[in-house]
């Protein structure tokens, strides 16, 4: 596919889970909204496993009163939530530390991106454009 121009958007508050997706599938594909639905989505999910055991545990009780553990109040999102939304694009994640990314690992340039988080910042690297051989 010919590439005209890259693709990017400003970073605005806390948002750089959104940036980063957008950069790395070249386009204005995600929003706050559709992280904050998969975050919640995660969350129902996580909370309807804990319920398969005791609700009337403590240790339910006090994971109920927790806040998300998939986006907090600034806007950041966990892993787990980009990890969902790129699997609507049918990408998948692999933690770089993962016996799965040893090729990566081996030789990064045969890679096509990498997503990266920096001190709580996410962030894309990735190829653009034809880049034979690399």
């Known amino acids: 596919r010919r590439m005209d121009s890259i693709f990017h958007e400003r970073q605005e508050g806390s948002l750089c889970a959104q940036h ?10 995600f929003t706050a909204v559709d992280l904050g ?4 989505d995660l969350d129902e999910e996580e909370r ?3 319920a398969e055991g005791d609700t009337q545990s403590a240790e339910y009780q006090k994971f109920l009163q927790e806040p ?4 907090d109040d600034s806007g950041f999102f966990s892993v787990q939530v980009l990890s969902r939304a790129l699997a609507v694009w ?6 770089y530390n993962s ?10 340039l045969i890679e096509r991106a990498f997503i990266c988080n920096l001190q709580e910042h996410w962030l894309a690297v990735r190829k653009l454009g034809r880049q034979v051989g690399k």
């Open 20 to 29: 980063c997706l957008n950069s790395l599938v070249q386009g204005p594909y």
């Open 37 to 40: 639905n998969i975050a919640r």
């Open 48 to 50: 309807q496993r804990m």
């Open 68 to 71: 998300s553990h998939n986006v």
């Open 90 to 95: 049918n990408l998948q994640l692999v933690p």
């Open 99 to 108: 016996e799965e990314a040893q090729l990566a690992r081996d030789n990064p």
